[in-house]
């Protein structure tokens, strides 16, 4: 897959970050934190390329990934507060509180455009779901929710798992009961959350398919685009 990015390299004292965002805003994609259920909705668009940027991150350990998706649409379902994206590698020691700083000082943005390998992300994707299987594995998406923003550190696999699951949803999602007359359709989930020690309700992140409205530019994959598909409304 192709991405084009938007490059920032903004600086914390003597330090030069690398910071991208999308290029194009996610219009109709947005985040609902985990408390401890969270919610990413988005059309076929937002998931795909969000798979991207998932892929982007496992590969790419000195960059921080910000996906802006606070002003997205406002979607007609979902509830709990609406956040930001931001991903980074463990091993960058990025702290969420020195976010805010980032993100009001950017600095002049650059044009980027980079290509994902989508085998190299499946078979790293796959390595991570065989360590996963086994007791003990905690090679985990660490998550905290700071300044409206969901981040996410993780390792090279666990971030390549969680492109395969955006992936999965952007294709499977179009083909689920209901989304023709715009109801979300759960098809998969964020892996690897690390859960809260002593228990209680496991955090979770689900990955819901939703088209945006109007629902007449939906059509199902196998029927033909000529075709108008009745929305809920119509008679």
């Not at 507060?81 to 993100?103: Q, T």
């Amino acid at each position: 897959m192709q991405l084009r990015l938007l490059q920032h390299r903004p600086r914390t004292g003597p330090h030069e970050h690398r910071v991208v965002q999308p290029l194009r805003p996610l219009r109709h994609t947005s985040l609902f934190a985990p408390e401890p259920i969270g919610l990413l909705l988005g059309d076929h668009d937002g998931l795909n390329r969000l798979a991207g940027l998932f892929s982007f991150a496992a590969y790419s350990r000195h960059t921080v990934v910000h996906v802006p998706l606070r002003d997205a649409v406002p979607p007609d379902e979902g509830r709990g507060e609406r956040v930001d994206l931001v991903l980074a590698h463990h091993s960058y020691g990025l702290r969420p509180s020195v976010w805010p700083r980032l993100r009001r000082t950017p600095g002049p943005g650059t044009p980027l455009t980079v290509r994902t390998d989508e085998a190299r992300t499946g078979r790293d994707g796959a390595a991570w779901r065989e360590r996963a299987a086994r007791p003990g594995c905690r090679d985990e998406l660490r998550h905290a929710l700071h300044a409206r923003t969901l981040f996410l550190f993780g390792s090279r696999d666990v971030f390549a798992e969680a492109a395969m699951s955006c992936a999965f949803a952007a294709g499977w999602g179009p083909r689920q009961k209901g989304v023709a007359q715009g109801r979300l359709a759960l098809v998969s989930s964020l892996p690897g959350l690390a859960q809260r020690p002593g228990g209680g309700h496991p955090y979770e992140v689900l990955i819901c398919y939703k088209p945006y409205p109007p629902y007449t530019h939906f059509t199902p994959p196998g029927r033909s685009a000529r075709r108008r598909r009745p929305t809920a409304a119509s008679p």
